[in-house]
């Protein structure tokens, strides 16, 4: 099993940033797929990006350019710096581990980010 802990969220303005942090803990390695997923309300959950082995990044189109995801493989954390925030940016972001040694998928509880035009 895994824990993963999301942090960061919050209320901001359009144009303004924000940074989230995920920690994870457990069933968590080196080849483990560590990334960011958001569900806006009435909308389903969708991928934002994700930080694969061996250092190589992967972000959806509606946000090249402006989110950066950072991987800590020691301490097991995924960063994700959002820049030039729009309000459809607005949603619950959940971190999301895949681990392929085990073959499971772990989700964090969520943290809110809102913002508003």
């Known amino acids: 099993q895994a824990r993963l802990v999301e942090s960061g969220g919050g209320p901001v303005q359009a144009g303004g940033s924000l940074r989230l942090s995920c920690s994870g803990s457990?069933?968590?390695?080196?080849?483990?797929?560590m990334g960011w997923y958001r569900q806006a309300p009435g909308k389903q959950r969708e991928f934002v990006a994700r930080?694969?082995?061996?250092?190589?990044?992967d972000y959806a189109d509606s946000v090249k350019g402006r989110f950066t995801i950072s991987r800590d493989n020691a301490r097991n954390t995924a960063d994700l710096q959002m820049n030039s925030l729009k309000p459809e940016d607005t949603g619950v972001y959940y971190c999301?581990?895949?681990?392929?040694?085990?073959?499971?998928?772990?989700w964090g509880q969520g943290t809110q980010v809102t913002v508003s035009s």
């Open positions: 999301h581990v895949n681990n392929p040694w085990s073959g499971r998928q772990y």
């Open positions: 457990g069933d968590i390695n080196s080849i483990s797929t």
């Open positions: 930080a694969i082995t061996g250092g190589s990044t």
